[in-house]
Structure formats: structure tokens, C-alpha cells
């Protein structure tokens, strides 16, 4: 048997059970409300844990996560101003070590007034 023969004969199956009498197809129909009503009544309902009571703070269960939460916020938001700070000296000190060299340079005041001074200043450094 192909498979084309195969779905003609559960075609068959299908519509000879549209052939039912009405007494079979009230208790299939009676069967089925009575299935999705305990199915209903029996399903978990998904909600978060903290929204019955506002903030959630009062949850037992849930007070050690928010905590834990709030800390790991306060920790990255530390180290993210650390770090910013320390770029920001880092930057600082480059500029003061640049502004040195250029002072107590052997150049004349003249090469400072020099339009290509810049661009060998900014070649120098890279």
C-alpha cells in the first residue's frame, strides 16, 4: 500500500464516523464539555508570585531574589563608575605626559606655529 492509498482509507475512517446517530453524537458532545470543563478547572493558572500583594516585599520567597537582584545592580553600576574613572585618569595622565614632552622639547617656539606641527605631533604619538 502507498501512501496515497494510505490517506484515501483514513479518509474512509474519518467520514464514516460523521455517521453517527444523534443519541451517540449528544453523550460525544456531552463527553467533551464534561472533559474541557475538569480540564479548565484542573490547569495550573500562572501568575506571577508578588502580584497579589503590590511591591512583593512581604513574600518570603521572593524577598531574598529582590535582594539578591537590587545587590548585583548596585555591584555592576560600582564597578561600571570605577572603570569609568579609572579611562577618565588613564586619559589624564596621557595628556599631562604629552604636554610635557611637547614643553621640555629641543623645538624653537617657531615650530609650534608651524601649520605641519600638528600633524607630526599626532604621527609622533601613534
Same mark, same amino acid.
Do not use: C
Given at each position: ?8 482509507? $483514513? ?18 458532545? #456531552? !463527553?467533551?464539555?464534561?472533559? =474541557? ?11 506571577? !508570585?508578588?502580584?497579589?500583594? /503590590?511591591? /512583593? =516585599? ?17 555591584? /555592576? =553600576?560600582? !564597578? ?11 586619559? #589624564?595622565?596621557?595628556?599631562?605626559? $604629552?604636554?610635557? @614632552?611637547? =614643553? ?6 617657531? @615650530? ?15
Amino acid at each position: 500500500m502507498n501512501e496515497q492509498q494510505f490517506g484515501y482509507r $483514513i479518509k474512509q475512517g474519518l467520514n464514516q464516523g460523521l455517521t453517527l446517530n444523534a443519541a451517540a453524537l449528544s453523550r460525544l458532545k #456531552a !463527553a467533551r464539555e464534561m472533559a =474541557l470543563e475538569h480540564q479548565r478547572a484542573s490547569a495550573p493558572l500562572h501568575v506571577l !508570585a508578588w502580584a497579589h500583594n /503590590g511591591a /512583593g =516585599l512581604s513574600s518570603r520567597s521572593m524577598a531574598p531574589r529582590l535582594l539578591l537582584s537590587g545587590l548585583l545592580l548596585v555591584l /555592576g =553600576l560600582l !564597578a561600571t563608575n570605577y572603570w569609568y574613572q579609572a579611562q577618565q585618569a588613564q586619559q #589624564a595622565e596621557e595628556t599631562l605626559e $604629552i604636554d610635557a @614632552a611637547v =614643553l621640555t622639547g629641543d623645538l624653537p617656539i617657531d @615650530a609650534y606655529m608651524d601649520k605641519g606641527f600638528d600633524a607630526w605631533l599626532k604621527s609622533s604619538l601613534d
